[in-house]
T-cell receptor, first 116, second 117 residues
Framework: AQSVAQPEDQVNVAEGNPLTVKCTYS??????LFWYVQYPNRGLQFLLK??????LVKGSYGFEAEFNKSQTSFHLKKPSALVSDSALYFC??????????????FGQGTTLQVKP | EAGVAQSPRYKIIEKRQSVAFWCNPI?????LYWYQQILGQGPKLLIQ????????DSQLPKDRFSAERLKGVDSTLKIQPAKLEDSAVYLC???????????????FGQGTRLTVV
């Protein structure tokens, strides 16, 4: 069964410093991986995805993520954090294997707090 | 392009009452999802439709929850009777993700916040 884990409930970083939000996954085949951000009282907003190809994918608002197949990880990164990046971040995985329904499974979320 | 529309935004009901949520997905999106997000947790998939057929409802509490997607477009999610533990945000999402489009992302509505008292 597919699953995704975000080992940190909260990440704190100072504005201007690089940030990393961790994600690991488990699927039977090659995964499709996604990052979403959620601001208070809002729905989830798509940031970026990895499907195939270059392991480093770039997304919205200066975010990027690195796919590492050997470590089954897909960590979200940003070179220089902004206070406005403070939000709840979710990693999600879809197993595209034959016979699968395309179910999108989410991690439990990581709160990012960027301090001025 | 219009996004995923959900209504109502907020709902407060007493336990044992019934409630219904409505979702209008992005035009042309074959797949529609209903997720339950309890405070402090990630979204949990309740049911997934592809067009007007159910492809996954393994985590839907079928004794009290039901959902339908008429004509493969709009969808309603109903809870009857509600319990205190149903208090959560109910998120609807849609995507092109059908056979051949599994690499597409899902787009989410703003959600309905349900409080059961």
């Amino acid at each position: 069964a597919q699953s995704v884990a975000q080992p940190e409930d909260q990440v704190n970083v100072a504005e201007g410093n690089p940030l990393t939000v961790k994600c690991t996954y488990s699927v039977s085949g090659n995964p499709y991986l996604f990052w979403y951000v959620q601001y208070p009282n809002r729905g989830l907003q798509f940031l970026l995805k990895y499907i195939t190809g270059d392991n480093l994918v770039k997304g919205s608002y200066g975010f990027e993520a690195e796919f590492n197949k050997s470590q089954t990880s897909f960590h979200l990164k940003k070179p220089s954090a902004l206070v406005s990046d403070s939000a709840l971040y979710f990693c999600a995985v879809r197993d595209p294997g034959s016979g699968n329904t395309g179910k999108l499974i989410f991690g439990q979320g990581t709160t990012l707090q960027v301090k001025p | 392009e219009a996004g995923v529309a959900q209504s109502p935004r907020y709902k407060i009901i007493e336990k044992r009452q019934s409630v219904a949520f409505w979702c209008n997905p992005i035009s042309g999106h074959a797949t529609l999802y209903w997720y339950q997000q309890i405070l402090g947790q990630g979204p949990k998939l309740l049911i997934q439709f592809q067009n007007n057929g159910v492809v996954d409802d393994s985590q839907l509490p079928k004794d009290r929850f039901s959902a339908e997607r008429l004509k493969g477009v709009d969808s309603t999610l109903k809870i009857q009777p509600a319990k205190l533990e149903d208090s959560a945000v109910y998120l609807c999402a849609s995507s092109l993700a059908a056979s051949g489009f599994l690499n597409t992302e899902a787009f989410f509505g703003q959600g309905t916040r349900l409080t059961v008292v």
